[in-house]
């Protein structure tokens, strides 16, 4: 199994709302990411987590959080968003916080309203 | 980090002709060069890779070169074929703390034309 599953794969979302982004990889990969992708645009690094533990976080807004339950399950809060992080939200997994290939899933395309 | 270079932006062939992509990166202790392919509506998937200590890597049609005095290393599809068509990216990690963190080039939108 060489997958990572994001859901859900669309989401429209208020300003007030809350909502959470969910990506699982079922290849013992201990390094996972969050990246998020406007159009035209390279994936652009957020966040990373390592054993579990979040080791980098790219000036993220507090309105964006992270959550690694297990090795397996990275999550991705979402709450009081603005219609400017519309985006595809890209989550990937690597095998060890090494140079090694990265597996992406689909992403979640989300549109703020 | 790493500073990278990417280009063309875009580039149209017709189907059966060759695509080269370059890219440029900064740090020379660098030793992973990877390229990824992204097709509509999904993530972006690695085709080829290449690590320091090999000039040239093939896999079918693709293959990969790397220049390390110059610190650039291309992409080149032969006899291109309207699948290939997508956005490619490079993505060094460079070395260091932050290596396993892929620094994206801006992306070559490669368009087949039958």
């Known amino acids: 199994d060489t997958e990572v599953t994001q859901t859900p794969k669309h989401l429209v979302m208020g300003m007030t709302n809350k909502k959470s982004l969910k990506c699982e990889q079922h290849m013992g990969h201990r390094a996972m990411y969050w990246y998020k992708q406007k159009a035209k645009k390279p994936p652009e690094l957020m966040f990373v987590?390592?054993?579990?533990?979040?080791?980098i976080n790219e000036s993220v807004p507090s309105r964006f959080s992270p959550e690694c339950p297990n090795s397996s399950l990275l999550n991705l809060h979402l709450h009081a968003l603005q219609p400017e992080d519309s985006a595809l939200y890209l989550c990937?997994?690597?095998?060890?916080?090494?140079?090694?290939?990265?597996?992406f899933g689909q992403g979640t395309r989300l549109t703020v309203v | 980090g790493e500073n990278v270079e990417q280009h063309p932006s875009t580039l149209s062939v017709q189907e059966g002709d060759s695509a080269v992509i370059k890219c440029t990166y900064s740090?020379?202790?660098?030793?992973?060069f990877p390229w990824y392919k992204q097709e509509l509506g999904k993530g972006p998937q690695l085709i080829i890779d290449?690590?320091?200590?090999?000039g040239e890597k093939k896999d079918q049609r693709i293959a990969v070169t790397l220049n390390k005095t110059a610190k650039h290393f291309s992409l080149h599809i032969t006899e291109t074929q309207p699948e290939d068509s997508a956005v490619y990216f490079c993505?060094?990690?460079?070395?260091?703390?932050?290596?396993?963190?892929?620094?994206f080039g801006k992306g070559t939108k490669l368009s087949v034309i039958p």
């Open positions: 987590y390592s054993y579990e533990k979040l080791s």
């Open positions: 990937a997994s690597t095998r060890g916080a090494g140079v090694t290939e990265a597996f």
């Open positions: 993505a060094p990690p460079g070395s260091g703390a932050g290596s396993y963190q892929l620094t």
């Open positions: 290449i690590r320091s200590n090999v």
């Open positions: 740090d020379s202790a660098s030793n992973y």
